[in-house]
């Protein structure tokens, strides 16, 4: 055995933890994006063998945004390197705070508070957002609307992503929501400030990850798998947590 | 630190071997099967974000079979445990072979000539036949056909899966070619008998890989990320070696 495989043997001692969404034509999407059209092509009865086409917008299910989503001239999905998919993940769980204010802002305190509990942040890390709003998939109420129709969805403040990304170093960030911005954010500033910053940094994020409470806030890795479609903005990912 | 994050230290210091051919709409594919379609469906220009619609057929570029591509009421891409998509991987070294000789089979006799030297193949690996045969990606002769027409390419021998996954409990084949068994067998037995066997058995392959020739015959991993879309027969996917 050699020392990579000896770690392997580690990992699978390991706890998986599946952080992704199964894709079909019905899951929750951004209003204006496409749904999945799947239509089978070959099929075993008449061919010997089952092939499908898929048509789908690259932002849909769990997925990476590439820096190119937002900022042009940036990473696209197939230019990001290859060693970022595979990451140690720090989980901020503010699953409580957002049930009681579903309009919750991550900010710089609640990275300090949670460095207070368990350390630095590590460099070349995955930060994630653990809202417990993955549990609104299933209903497809992902926006939380109120009677008048307003938005109520919690997100990443500027602050902390700053903070993590410039004095932390990490590499990325994920969260269970739509956006990265909470809604207030939104309506406030006129548009996505949060995601336009971390995609600006040439930096990567995965959104509508799902699981994140059964991940520790610190001592697991994250592997982040994708295909490697050309010059994409994004595209759906497999997102696995191992964790003691 | 974990003993997980540690492990992550170690593989960290491995080399990381991109075994993905990256996809475009160019790229050799199986004669009946639709090319990628994309299409860019909003802007940052105009939109402020950049979005596209892809349209692929599920087995392209390099990709996963499920067991469910050839074998009815077997496993589907979002049923494929996600344990099994890190594994050890071995390699089967036989480009010079196939460089003499391009009808080349893989045999169980080679799986014990490896053996002889590296020792067992490990039960809940992966295991790789490199032929060398990614050369030809770029020229898109994946088929190499003679003055007559025929195609000669490599393949794997039915005898050689059939120790692999019986006599050692292996969880997953892959090759650099479009088909797991070679030209002449598909043309002398009139199907893709040793690809049956495979998933005929609720295991999963992984074809076109690429740069196989980089990663030692043991001692490395390799990790399959693939998104988790339902139903799926297979999947465009991103595998990735990691080895001292």
Known sequence: ?????QALEVLRKGRFVDLTHTVHSEIPRFGPFPKLVAE?????ENDGFFVKKVTFPTQYGTHIDAPEHFAVDHLKLDEIPVRQLVLPICVI????AVAQNPDYIVTKDDILAWEAENGRIPAESFVAFASGWSRRWESGDMENKDEHGVPHS??????????LFEERGITAVGHETLDTDASSDVIGKGFLYS??????ENKFQVELLTNLDQVPSTGGIILIG??????MPGFPVRAVAIVP
């Open 1 to 5: 055995m050699s020392e990579i495989t």
């Open 40 to 44: 089978t092509i070959f099929t075993v």
């Open 93 to 96: 769980h503010r699953e409580e």
């Open 154 to 163: 919690p997100g990443w403040g500027l602050d902390a992503l700053k903070f």
């Open 195 to 200: 995601e336009k910053y971390v995609l600006d």
């Open 226 to 231: 994708v295909p490697k479609f050309q010059g």
